[in-house]
């Protein structure tokens, strides 16, 4: 019985050491990648022959400023390397500090999908993207390619929209701008 727990410990601190490097986290703050991870939830099945790992109920993910949410989460591997992440909920969550930001950037859709092979980032169902006081994106779809830091968005469906929020320039900045003259009369 000892060896066993041993070995789920193992595969758990394994699990999450590769959730470490989910690329959400290069959103957030540096430092957050160099914090411990906790991964909760009330039930957690993992297969060591597959890779895969199935948590749920509660599903919680920290590491630093990073918080991840959600109902359900698959992770699989191959060769101990991520190859996909799901988190679902309603909705699911993340939530981080980027690094030079006094906000936290915010994401939320009923399902983030982490593909590692495309390294991209899918947020589908309801999809919204924030940073507290500033710009919001909304879409059914909302992809994410970490490789050449692009963002698409539009659903499949031809009553899906795509909504973006920009927020007026700052004040502060405005006050200070110079002001062009009035044109001759």
Not at 72 to 90: A, C, Y
């Amino acid at each position: 019985m000892a060896a066993a727990s041993q070995q789920l410990t193992g595969r758990l601190a394994g699990i999450a050491i590769l959730l470490s490097v989910l690329p959400c986290a290069a959103w957030g703050l540096s430092s957050d990648r160099d914090q411990p991870m906790t991964i909760e939830s009330d039930r957690a099945t993992l297969n060591e022959k597959t890779g895969n790992s199935v948590y749920d109920g509660n599903v919680q993910v920290q590491q630093g400023t990073l918080v991840l949410q959600g109902n359900h989460m698959t992770v699989q591997l191959n060769n101990s390397r991520i190859e996909k992440i799901i988190l679902t909920g309603s909705p699911a969550t993340y939530r981080q500090r980027p690094d030079g930001k006094d906000t936290d950037q915010h994401a939320e859709a009923g399902r983030i999908e982490y593909n590692a092979a495309e390294d991209r980032v899918i947020l589908l169902e309801n999809a919204r993207v924030w940073q507290s006081g500033a710009e919001e994106f909304r879409s059914e779809r909302i992809v994410f390619n970490l490789k050449n830091n692009t963002v698409n968005a539009g659903g499949s469906n031809s009553g899906d929209r795509v909504r973006i929020t920009l927020q007026p320039g700052n004040k502060k900045n405005k006050d200070t701008d110079k002001q062009l003259p009035a044109p001759p009369q």
